[in-house]
């Protein structure tokens, strides 16, 4: 298959880029500028992209940061709540209806491309999930993506039943360089240890018994 990958440069997006690659796709990237306060991340994806030898293409959607309201990635007067992720953190770090945003442009892309899907790096957790990246959300867009169009497109979400943990085991086997990659919401120089993504991403490598190499501040 041909697919759009919606890369952030993250541990998820990052693995799911091998694991299709692993399985034989024509892989190209799609990075978005949304307003992010973590903006690192978009150097982070053009590394790995580097690396890995694929086309990146990055939009500025930046412009959009001021129709999602408050939330702390995209507005700088809301601090990022730290400790594990709850509802009510889930809540300050969602930002409105934005995989759906982030795949309709890929959707868009590989339909100009002649391309047969896209893919996000969707996955669940202990916790409950972001709205936009359940399984029935996964599974609504692919049913959108066969009918926006003349010809079908298909919506990948290999990693939606997955937890984190899942995610670093198939990302070892893949070697996926974890050290490059970029998770923390903060977006400083190093991962700051203490926002609900930098902890669930330690959690992670902690229940496959592995070190995570990247730098952590706290």
């Not at 300050?92 to 339909?111: E, F, Q």
Request: glycine fraction near 8%; charge should be negative; proline fraction near 4%.
């Amino acid at each position: 298959m041909k697919t759009v990958a919606v890369f952030s440069g993250g541990l998820d997006s990052t693995t799911l880029v091998y694991h299709l690659l692993d399985a034989n796709h024509e892989v190209k990237a799609l990075t978005v500028d949304y307003g992010q306060r973590h903006s690192r991340e978009i150097e982070a994806a053009r590394r790995i992209c580097e690396v890995v030898g694929i086309q990146q293409h990055v939009v500025d959607l930046s412009g959009l940061a001021a129709c999602f309201g408050h939330n702390a990635l995209t507005d700088d007067s809301i601090g990022v709540p730290h400790g594990e992720y709850q509802e009510a953190t889930m809540q300050d770090t969602t930002v409105p209806n934005r995989n759906m945003i982030l795949l309709s442009v890929a959707i868009g892309w590989a339909v100009a491309i002649k391309f047969d899907s896209v893919a996000f790096g969707a996955h669940t957790g202990e916790y409950t999930p972001y709205p936009d990246c359940r399984p029935e959300f996964a599974s609504a867009m692919n049913d959108a993506a066969r009918v926006c169009d003349w010809d079908p497109i298909e919506v990948l979400s290999p990693f939606v039943e997955w937890n984190k943990a899942g995610i670093v085991r198939r990302g070892t086997e893949l070697d996926v360089p974890f050290e490059l990659t970029w998770s923390c919401y903060e977006g400083g120089k190093l991962h700051c240890g203490k926002c609900s993504t930098c902890l669930d991403r330690k959690q992670a490598f902690s229940k496959c018994s592995l070190v995570d190499p990247v730098a952590y501040s706290g």
